[in-house]
């Protein structure tokens, strides 16, 4: 059994622990107010402007169809995992690395053996994990969250423009958290290029359903104008999405490790007082042995 000393120190630990999981959750609820108010209002424009843009593409003619939205056989892939920084946030990264390895090592297992499947991960813990298993990692936006904002993933998005219509790569994919609340974040795997027509239809009020629209200068310079934009608002929403599961997932980890600190606490406070009660027994009967013996001699 422990002695006193150690329980007593093992307490400390415990409890300055605690203090540092309860000052990270209220950290990450704050963190989380603003992401959750970003993500909010970048839904319903996201929503509307991919509406609009299935609107002016559905009845398009195949010779009007776009670099960006035309299919090439997959032979260079690019996969973009979107993670954090920072860990402390339960099985966030976890779920994100697992989608990515398993994309890549079962839908893009050819392309991976003939080493034409890169990762560009956003945010450090997947692409440290990456590196670390000998993937072909590009770097170039992995700080991406150190000042996130929509300037850096517009930067972004053109890169990915500008190597897909010269053709270095031949499809790209994401993958991100999408944020429904504090304790569920959902692992979505999404083509982003060659733009593909949504699995599901997109929300949009019932109002603008049907509305017909008059393009002026003409639908073919608008879809050139319109598809970029899209993109680049598409991505921005699966980062924001992200930023906003990263702190929802912290917070809920670090109030699942402060309840667990309480209860090891409880566990170890009533070691050291049945410890002490052990000692306080034994000095007793030390003292009445001792007296006995006394008695005994006299």
């Not at 959750?36 to 009845?59: C, D, F, H, K, V």
């Not at 700080?143 to 053109?158: M, Q, S, Y």
């Not at 190597?163 to 991100?176: C, G, N, P, S, T």
């Not at 003409?218 to 702190?247: F, G, H, W």
Request: proline share 4%.
């Amino acid at each position: 059994m422990p002695s006193l000393k150690e329980i007593r120190n093992r307490i400390y630990s415990v409890n300055s622990t605690q203090q540092i999981t309860k000052a990270m959750k209220m950290v990450a609820a704050a963190k989380l107010r603003r992401a959750q108010e970003r993500i909010t209002q970048m839904r319903p424009y996201a929503a509307q402007l991919g509406n609009i843009l299935q609107n002016l593409t559905a009845s398009l003619d195949e010779q009007l169809a776009t670099p960006l939205t035309t299919e090439r056989a997959p032979e260079r892939i690019l996969i973009i995992p979107i993670s954090s920084d920072r860990g402390l946030c339960g099985a966030f990264n976890a779920n994100v690395l697992k989608a990515s390895l398993q994309l890549a090592n079962e839908k893009y297992a050819a392309q991976q053996a003939a080493g034409q499947l890169t990762f560009l991960p956003l945010g450090r813990k997947v692409y440290d994990s990456l590196r670390r298993r000998g993937y072909q990692v590009n770097a170039q936006f992995v700080e991406i969250f150190t000042d996130l904002n929509f300037n850096a993933v517009k930067a972004l998005g053109e890169y990915l423009i500008q190597q897909y219509e010269k053709q270095a790569v031949d499809r790209v994919e994401l993958i991100f958290n999408e944020f429904k609340n504090v304790v569920t974040q959902i692992v979505r795997v999404r083509q982003f290029l060659p733009l593909a027509a949504p699995e599901t239809p997109i929300e949009v009020p019932a109002e603008t359903s049907n509305t017909d629209y008059l393009l002026e200068p003409s639908r073919d310079e608008i879809i050139e104008e319109l598809l970029p934009k899209t993109l680049k608002i598409q991505l921005y929403r699966a980062v924001l999405e992200s930023n906003a599961s990263e702190q929802g997932a912290r917070m809920t980890a670090m109030d699942n490790a402060t309840e667990n600190a309480n209860e090891l606490l409880k566990e170890l406070r009533l070691t050291y007082n049945r410890s002490r009660q052990a000692a306080i027994t034994k000095e007793i009967l030390e003292i009445v042995g001792g007296a006995e013996a006394l008695k005994a001699t006299s």
